[in-house]
């Protein structure tokens, strides 16, 4: 998994929340350290912020979507809010599922695994379709 | 010359007498010297006697001179013709010697006579003379006259304005009771002095009985009265009425009677021509100088509630007994401005008296009246009648009324550009004469200047109060533009120039929607129905220059027009966003902490996973970090709070500010994330500053976290230190994202916050800036920056040095 966000605290949970669901996580602070890894690595899954320093996470998702190696990793946006007009423009960027800040990290997890495998199971423009999954704020759940 | 009458008959008997009697001497005179003696005495006796006493004294002289001294002595026969010759001639001579005498005697008696009536026109003359009112020449007239002619009663009888009445204005002698009907007859009636005054002829009669026979409708038997004497009073060929004489005895009228009579009546005549002359031209003058006066006191000033006042009291008592001047209220209700009369008192009486009859603005006649008809009222005579029509049934105030006495009223209302704004009434009661067309022309001159003086005071107080108007809403920061009906533009005051971008000389008197820029927008939102108001609503209104200006709008009708009122919004709108977006970013930079703790916290409380030390560790360490930067967070707007408030407490103690500066860079490098390098250059000869050091180390630890931020590529952060005259110098250069310059300024601004764009999603509450240069300038330092966009920024902060 690579998380990309500028913001530690929010790295740090995804990680420790992660690896505890024993997945392997890596860490890019910035947009341009996300495009490398992402290349580099090959992550299953990218949570990526939108609102980074250098290169934002918008840019990070269409120099991905271009890109032949790496245009099928699914991405899940990591935000903070959302207009209608992000909410469209990350659906024509392929956007696989949606984490509202501040989430409920406990719930990350079951999320990006449902993601994984259902990519993995070659049904990633279904999911598209059907309508990626949401975590939303906990204090919005109710 | 009684008693010379007497001499002379006694010179008549007695001279002749003793003449004879000198026959008796021894050698008695001779026949001529008797007869020169005889003559002597006849002379003697018609100088003094006069003819009668001369012709006795002839007879007397010629039988003596006959019979004592003609020879033969003692004979009436005379010896011979000669001598009878003698005696008749000297019966002639002493004839015609009488006749002489005779003749020197009326001659004397006419002089006298003529002295005598002299002087009763003399004291007549002086009596008119001396008189100074109408009356006392009219009595002047009677009374001397009636000893003049030598009359019993006398009276005087003038022809009133209308000319169709005589008036008894004077009398001396009549007893009362004769004159009950008489004071006032008609001219063209059958009386003897209508007659006189109609035929310029005066009537003579001896007796009462010649007078019933000429006037036979006339005759009282019970009155006393014989001779009567009636002359017209004649000035300049014009009858002015009749002057009648009543003598105690039947009198024969001579030629030098009826001359006196005529004298006396042109006298009079001329008296009562001269005193009306008088009286007419002292009042004349009087109203000149009233008119005059009234003049100046009305053009004196402007407060003309206290002129009328003046100019009320001005007319008593000369013009009027009773002045008062009432005016017409805004609503239309008529009010008594002033009122005066000589007696103080009375003047206090008839306020009260003002306020239990408030007038009724219907009643038929009066002050009412006069201001609702704009005609003025004349009642040269006031009636019994008109006083018991007037009173309206009540009969306190017909008591009251009565009481007054009053005699004559004109009411004039006090008209200006066609409207009403009060009366002046001015009263005469039965101690002043009668008001004639005169004095009603004085009053509407009056009337007509007070309200043209009432009218300016009132146009000027009002344009003063516009200018009062005009001058306050020059100040004031709200525009106001004032329509009329027609949509024309009234007045525009500075505010809305500068809110409209419009030239007040170049819209005044064109329509708002044709003359000023985004007028119909305004009409569109703000335009209220008739009478109503509308509004406030805010508007963008787009300048000139392509500005947009957010404005706020009410409009109201007031009948005449629409007044609008704008305010320019536009900072208000601006700070409003501003605080709004600071909401956000605050909200946002709460959660963003908030999340990450509340995060931290839930995967630490999970029962499902068990984490190891390290992990454990790492989520503790990040809670007690992100709990920091909401407390740092935190402390910012609280203290925002305080510095708005000024209550934040700073301390002015000495300090050195290079260990200061370097206590910044250690606790900075702390945290210091990779890539930046910071570096710290201090001179160390820099003396103590006079300060709050708790406060300085928060903005410089702000600048050098803010040099980090925007440094997002990395790159050196540089703290200088060194002395700048009296202050000393401290500069956190960056070489990150930059500020464009014309964002210098406002970056100090509270919650201003430049472009997404040019932050590169850089977070901060807006506050940061603002709260260092507040701390700076209230340690008396000062903060700015240097920097251009895309190379880095240094921000320099000079604090005093310590005394």
Redesign the interface.
């Known amino acids: 998994m690579l998380v990309a966000d ?5 790295r ?2 995804c990680q ?2 992660l ?3 024993g997945m392997d996580v890596i860490q890019a602070a ?1 947009g341009e350290e996300a495009i490398r890894l992402a290349r580099s690595a090959s992550p299953d899954l990218i949570l990526l912020d939108l ?4 290169v ?1 996470g918008w840019t990070v998702a269409e120099e991905l979507s271009s890109d032949e190696q790496t245009r099928d990793i699914p991405i899940v946006f990591l935000t ?1 809010r959302t207009t209608p007009n992000d909410r469209r423009r990350a659906e024509k960027l392929g956007a696989l599922g949606y984490v509202l ?6 719930r990350l997890a079951p999320l990006v695994t449902e993601v994984v495998e259902r990519c993995a199971r070659g049904e990633a423009d279904a999911l598209r379709q059907e309508r990626p999954p949401e975590l939303w ?2 204090d919005l759940e109710a | 010359m009684r008693s010379s009458t007497a001499l002379g008959w006694a010179a008549a008997f007695l001279a002749p007498a003793a003449i004879s009697s000198l026959d008796a001497l021894s050698n008695p005179p001779s026949y001529q010297l008797a007869g020169f003696l005889y003559l002597l005495a006849v002379s003697l006796a018609a100088y003094l006697g006069g003819f009668a006493a001369g012709l006795v004294a002839t007879v007397l002289a010629t039988l003596g001179l006959d019979f004592f001294f003609t020879p033969p002595r003692y004979d009436f026969i005379p010896a011979n013709g000669d001598q009878g010759a003698g005696v008749a001639l000297f019966f002639v001579v002493a004839i015609l010697i009488a006749q002489l005498f005779e003749r020197r005697r009326q001659v004397q008696r006419q002089a006298e006579a003529a002295s005598a009536r002299a002087n009763r026109l003399q004291a007549v003359t002086a009596r008119l003379a001396e008189a100074v009112t109408p009356q006392q020449v009219l009595d002047a007239i009677v009374t001397e006259g009636v000893e003049a002619a030598e009359a019993r009663a006398g009276a005087i009888g003038l022809l009133t304005s209308d000319g169709e009445t005589i008036e008894i204005v004077a009398q001396r002698g009549y007893e009362r009771n004769i004159l009950v009907g008489w004071e006032a007859f008609p001219l063209a009636g059958d009386t003897p002095m209508a007659k006189a005054i109609r035929d310029d002829t005066p009537f003579f009669f001896r007796s009462s009985a010649e007078r019933d026979a000429a006037f036979p409708n006339l005759t009282r038997p019970d009155v006393p009265s014989h001779a009567v004497a009636i002359l017209p009073l004649v000035v300049e060929g014009r009858a002015i009425g009749g002057i009648a004489f009543t003598f105690p005895t039947e009198v024969e009228f001579d030629a030098e009677r009826r001359a006196l009579k005529a004298t006396l009546a042109q006298q009079a005549a001329q008296a009562i021509d001269r005193v009306r002359l008088y009286v007419a031209e002292r009042a004349l003058r009087q109203r000149m100088t009233f008119l005059a006066d009234a003049s100046e006191l009305l053009g004196s000033s402007l407060d003309y509630e206290s002129t009328l006042a003046q100019l009320a009291r001005l007319a008593v008592p000369e013009m009027a007994t009773w002045c008062s001047i009432d005016m017409v209220g805004p609503d239309g209700s008529i009010e008594r401005l002033a009122v005066a009369h000589e007696d103080p008192d009375r003047v206090a009486w008839a306020e009260t008296l003002g306020t239990d009859y408030p007038p009724d603005p219907d009643q038929p006649m009066g002050v009412p009246n006069v201001i609702r008809t704009m005609t003025a009222e004349f009642v040269p005579d006031i009636t019994d009648d008109l006083l018991v029509e007037g009173v309206q049934g009540d009969e306190r105030l017909l008591e009251i009324v009565r009481e007054l006495g009053l005699r004559s009223a004109i009411t004039v209302p006090l008209i200006a550009r066609g409207r009403a704004l009060g009366a002046l009434s001015l009263i005469r009661d039965e101690t002043a004469p009668r008001y004639t067309e005169l004095d009603l022309d004085l009053a509407s001159e009056l009337a007509r200047r007070a309200a043209s003086a009432v009218d300016n005071a009132i146009l000027y107080r009002e344009a003063e109060r516009r200018g009062d108007a005009s001058r306050a809403l020059a100040h004031v920061d709200d525009g106001v533009v004032l329509l009329d009906e027609e949509g024309a533009v009234v007045s525009v005051n500075p505010a809305a120039e500068r809110i409209l971008s419009v030239d007040s000389a170049a819209v005044v008197g064109e329509t708002a929607l044709g003359s000023i820029r985004g007028w119909s927008e305004i009409e569109d939102n703000a335009r209220p129905s008739q009478g109503e108001a509308r509004g406030p609503v805010t508007l963008p209104l787009v300048q000139s220059d392509g500005a947009e200006r957010w404005v706020s709008v009410s409009g109201v009708d007031f009948g005449d027009g629409v007044v609008y009122a704008l305010r320019d919004v536009t900072a208000e709108r601006l700070l409003e966003r501003t605080r709004s977006d600071f909401v956000a970013t605050a909200s946002h930079e709460l959660r963003t902490p908030l999340s990450a703790v509340l995060g931290a916290v839930k995967t630490l409380r999970r029962e499902d996973v068990a984490f190891d030390a390290e992990q454990r560790e790492m989520l503790m360490s990040m809670i007690e970090s992100e709990a920091e930067r909401l407390a740092g967070i935190v402390g910012q707007i609280l203290l925002t709070g305080q510095l708005d408030a000024g209550r934040l407490p700073l301390e002015h103690e000495r300090f050195d500010p290079v260990e200061l500066t370097k206590s910044v860079v250690d606790s900075a490098e702390l945290h210091l994330p990779s890539g930046i390098e910071l570096r710290v250059e201090a001179d160390e000869n820099v003396p103590a500053v006079s300060g709050d050091p708790n406060q300085l180390r928060q903005v410089l630890s702000n600048l050098v976290d803010n040099a980090i931020k925007y440094s997002p590529q990395g790159g050196d952060v540089e703290l200088r230190l060194n002395r700048n005259g009296q202050f000393a110098r401290i500069e956190v250069a960056d070489c990150g994202l930059g500020i464009p310059h014309d964002e210098h300024e406002r970056i100090f601004e509270k919650f201003y916050r430049l472009d997404p764009a040019l932050t590169r999603g850089v977070n901060g509450t807006g506050l940061g800036l603002y709260i260092s240069k507040e701390l700076v300038e209230r340690m008396n330092g000062r903060i700015s920056v240097d920097s251009e966009l895309g190379r880095g920024s240094t921000f320099v902060v000079e604090v005093p040095l310590a005394v």
């Not at chain 1, 500028?6 to 929010?10: K, Q, S």
């Not at chain 1, 800040?101 to 406990?106: A, I, L, Q, T, Y």
């Open positions: 500028d913001e530690p605290p929010i740090l949970l420790v929340n690896a505890v669901a910035d609102m980074m320093p250098r934002d903070a800040k501040p989430f409920d990290p406990v704020p906990a």
